[in-house]
């Protein structure tokens, strides 16, 4: 028979059972509506940036020119603003190419420079901070010796040095900034790892005889994906920005592959010229506008992510 639990203790677990429902029935439309006014701005950052995604995606669709395409008897002829003709609404550079196609076009470069090298670092660093943190000992001191002079160098002239020897190209400007921008994920791993492994949870699994892949996959990877996040969001925007000034320096992306870097390069005889003041301004205001967007998504990320800050959304 039986026997039948004191009250109290009965009504405790029925309100422990019922407690993720109740949460989960707690966060109505008008509370995200209400998360999503105080993250505004990352909101309306992150819109920008799906709109500049989307035009980086549907460019070919989207103008019926191509970026290397130009006639010299059109070149220089003003944007829509300032008076120009819809033909062209951006206008045209000094070789008659329309402006709009070749910023489209800048925005593919871009982000794809920005996405894939930061993909680079995020493998390289997360590897090497698990590894740091989690073995310690010999393992951490080599690999933070490494990290340690890794950050000595300067990097924007680590990553000049090695382009100058290797040449430029998409390839090698990924390349050079994924393997020069691992070391801040291996260090924030490093300590979130070691944080991590001495948690109960973590000695529980290695007492019911875990190995350490598994451990490290079923329970440290996944706490470590809000701080990866986070700091790949950040990445971008600062290796959009690199490839830019390598791009300025003709140490990027190679022309007639278009890049906003190049184009500002390009258009700087124009800069204070007060009837094409222009052309310099546009590719300057795309990076800084794409640059702005990805940290606006970045600083809601991080509120979204860390449990201290989304207990107040």
């Known amino acids: 028979m039986a026997t039948a639990e004191p009250r109290?203790?009965?009504?405790?677990?029925?309100?422990?059972?019922?407690?993720?429902?109740?949460?989960?029935?707690r966060r109505t439309l008008r509370d995200w509506l209400r998360a999503a006014w105080k993250l505004r701005l990352s909101v309306l950052g992150g819109l920008v940036l799906l709109l500049l995604l989307l035009i980086a995606i549907?460019?070919?669709?989207?103008?019926?020119?191509?970026?290397?395409?130009?006639?010299?008897v059109e070149r220089l002829q003003p944007p829509v603003f300032l008076g120009g003709s819809w033909?062209?609404?951006?206008?045209?550079?000094?070789v008659g190419r329309d402006y709009a196609t070749r910023l489209m076009y800048g925005a593919r470069v871009a982000l794809a420079?920005?996405?894939?090298?930061?993909?680079?670092?995020?493998?390289?660093?997360?590897?090497l901070g698990i590894l740091a943190g989690?073995?310690?000992g010999k393992v951490d001191w080599v690999i933070s010796t490494l990290v340690n002079i890794?950050?000595?160098?300067?990097?924007?002239?680590?990553?000049?040095?090695?382009?100058?020897v290797l040449g430029p190209s998409f390839l090698n400007v990924v390349l050079v900034l994924g393997i020069g921008s691992w070391p801040i994920y291996a260090r924030v791993v490093r300590v979130e790892v070691s944080r991590i492994k001495a948690l109960e949870f973590v000695a529980a699994a290695r007492v019911i005889g875990l190995t350490d892949l598994r451990i490290i996959g079923r329970h440290i990877v996944p706490n470590?994906?809000?701080a990866i996040i986070v700091i790949g969001t950040v990445q971008i925007a600062r290796l959009i920005i690199t490839e830019a000034f390598l791009s300025y320096l003709g140490?990027?992306?190679?022309?007639?592959?278009?890049?906003?870097g190049y184009m500002l390069f390009e258009s700087q005889a124009f800069m204070f010229n007060p009837a094409e003041w222009w052309l310099p301004m546009l590719p300057g205001l795309a990076i800084f506008i794409t640059t702005l967007a990805i940290n606006l998504v970045g600083d809601g990320l991080r509120d979204v992510l860390d449990p201290y800050q989304r207990s107040s959304l």
Do not use: K
């Open 8 to 25: 109290g203790q009965a009504l405790t677990r029925a309100t422990l059972a019922e407690m993720p429902v109740r949460l989960a029935r």
């Open 58 to 72: 549907a460019a070919p669709v989207l103008t019926p020119y191509t970026p290397s395409e130009g006639r010299i």
């Open 87 to 94: 033909e062209h609404p951006l206008g045209t550079d000094g």
């Open 113 to 127: 420079v920005g996405v894939l090298s930061t993909l680079v670092a995020t493998a390289i660093g997360v590897c």
């Open 134 to 136: 989690y073995y310690s």
């Open 150 to 164: 890794m950050m000595t160098f300067p990097f924007i002239l680590l990553a000049l040095a090695v382009i100058a």
């Open 224 to 226: 470590l994906v809000n």
């Open 251 to 260: 140490l990027g992306v190679q022309p007639p592959t278009p890049s906003w």
